[in-house]
Protein backbone atom coordinates (compact mmCIF):
# COMPACT_ATOMS: atom_id res chain seq x y z
CA UNK A 1 0.00 0.00 0.00
CA UNK A 2 1.41 3.26 -0.97
CA UNK A 3 1.27 6.04 1.43
CA UNK A 4 0.95 9.50 0.38
CA UNK A 5 3.02 12.64 1.72
CA UNK A 6 0.89 15.64 2.75
CA UNK A 7 1.95 19.01 3.45
CA UNK A 8 1.34 19.89 7.23
CA UNK A 9 -2.23 21.24 6.20
CA UNK A 10 -3.11 18.86 4.63
CA UNK A 11 -2.18 16.26 7.30
CA UNK A 12 -3.83 18.31 9.68
CA UNK A 13 -7.29 18.12 7.83
CA UNK A 14 -7.52 15.02 6.65
CA UNK A 15 -6.21 13.92 10.51
CA UNK A 16 -9.07 15.75 12.18
CA UNK A 17 -11.63 14.81 9.76
CA UNK A 18 -10.99 10.69 10.26
CA UNK A 19 -10.79 11.42 14.32
CA UNK A 20 -14.10 13.81 14.22
CA UNK A 21 -15.94 10.66 11.68
CA UNK A 22 -14.41 7.93 14.49
CA UNK A 23 -15.83 9.87 17.72
CA UNK A 24 -18.85 10.48 15.87
CA UNK A 25 -19.11 6.65 14.78
CA UNK A 26 -18.14 5.70 18.44
CA UNK A 27 -20.76 7.88 19.76
CA UNK A 28 -23.32 6.63 18.00
CA UNK A 29 -22.81 2.99 18.70
CA UNK A 30 -23.40 3.73 22.40
CA UNK A 31 -20.39 1.95 24.00
CA UNK A 32 -19.40 1.02 27.48
CA UNK A 33 -16.99 3.83 27.21
CA UNK A 34 -16.19 7.76 27.66
CA UNK A 35 -15.50 8.77 24.27
CA UNK A 36 -13.96 12.42 24.35
CA UNK A 37 -12.11 14.39 21.14
CA UNK A 38 -10.08 17.07 22.22
CA UNK A 39 -7.09 18.86 20.69
CA UNK A 40 -6.60 16.13 18.01
CA UNK A 41 -6.58 12.95 20.57
CA UNK A 42 -9.51 10.74 20.73
CA UNK A 43 -9.59 8.86 24.24
CA UNK A 44 -11.64 6.04 25.01
CA UNK A 45 -12.07 5.45 28.45
CA UNK A 46 -13.76 2.44 30.17
CA UNK A 47 -15.00 1.73 32.95
CA UNK A 48 -12.33 -0.46 34.27
CA UNK A 49 -9.92 2.13 33.74
CA UNK A 50 -8.34 0.90 30.74
CA UNK A 51 -8.04 3.81 28.27
CA UNK A 52 -7.29 3.55 24.59
CA UNK A 53 -5.96 6.60 22.54
CA UNK A 54 -5.87 7.72 19.03
CA UNK A 55 -3.70 11.26 18.33
CA UNK A 56 -2.84 13.10 15.18
CA UNK A 57 1.05 13.24 15.61
CA UNK A 58 1.88 16.16 13.92
CA UNK A 59 5.53 16.11 13.95
CA UNK A 60 5.08 12.62 12.17
CA UNK A 61 2.47 13.18 10.47
CA UNK A 62 0.59 9.88 11.29
CA UNK A 63 -1.92 9.26 13.31
CA UNK A 64 -0.87 6.87 16.37
CA UNK A 65 -3.14 4.53 18.60
CA UNK A 66 -2.35 2.81 21.75
CA UNK A 67 -4.31 0.43 22.94
CA UNK A 68 -3.73 -3.00 24.61
CA UNK A 69 0.00 -2.20 25.89
CA UNK A 70 0.77 -2.12 21.91
CA UNK A 71 1.00 0.78 19.98
CA UNK A 72 0.36 1.64 15.87
CA UNK A 73 1.67 4.19 13.59
CA UNK A 74 -0.68 4.62 10.56
CA UNK A 75 0.18 6.84 7.69
CA UNK A 76 -2.03 8.36 5.20
CA UNK A 77 -2.84 6.68 1.92
CA UNK A 78 -4.42 7.91 -1.40
CA UNK A 79 -7.73 6.69 -0.61
CA UNK A 80 -8.24 8.17 2.48
CA UNK A 81 -7.47 5.58 4.77
CA UNK A 82 -5.03 5.10 7.15
CA UNK A 83 -2.24 2.30 7.21
CA UNK A 84 0.22 0.87 9.90
CA UNK A 85 3.56 1.42 9.00
CA UNK A 86 4.56 -1.54 10.69
CA UNK A 87 1.95 -4.37 9.73
CA UNK A 88 -0.35 -2.60 6.75
CA UNK A 89 -2.87 -3.02 8.80
CA UNK A 90 -6.09 -0.11 8.53
CA UNK A 91 -6.70 2.03 11.37
CA UNK A 92 -10.58 1.57 11.65
CA UNK A 93 -9.93 -2.10 11.38
CA UNK A 94 -7.06 -2.07 14.27
CA UNK A 95 -9.89 -0.14 16.21
CA UNK A 96 -12.83 -2.21 15.36
CA UNK A 97 -10.39 -5.12 16.64
CA UNK A 98 -9.83 -3.91 19.84
CA UNK A 99 -12.99 -2.71 20.56
CA UNK A 100 -14.60 -5.45 20.21
CA UNK A 101 -11.70 -7.96 21.79
CA UNK A 102 -12.20 -5.24 25.14
CA UNK A 103 -15.94 -5.55 25.11
CA UNK A 104 -16.95 -8.60 23.82
CA UNK A 105 -19.51 -7.71 21.20
CA UNK A 106 -18.65 -7.09 17.68
CA UNK A 107 -17.66 -3.31 16.99
CA UNK A 108 -18.07 -2.11 13.21
CA UNK A 109 -16.07 0.90 12.29
Request: zero cysteines.
Amino acid sequence: MMTTPLDEAGFESAADATLLALQKRLDGLALDAEIELAMGILSIEFGDGAKYVVNSHRAAKQIWMAAERSAWHFDPAADGRWIASKSGEELRQVLSGVLTRKLGVTVAL
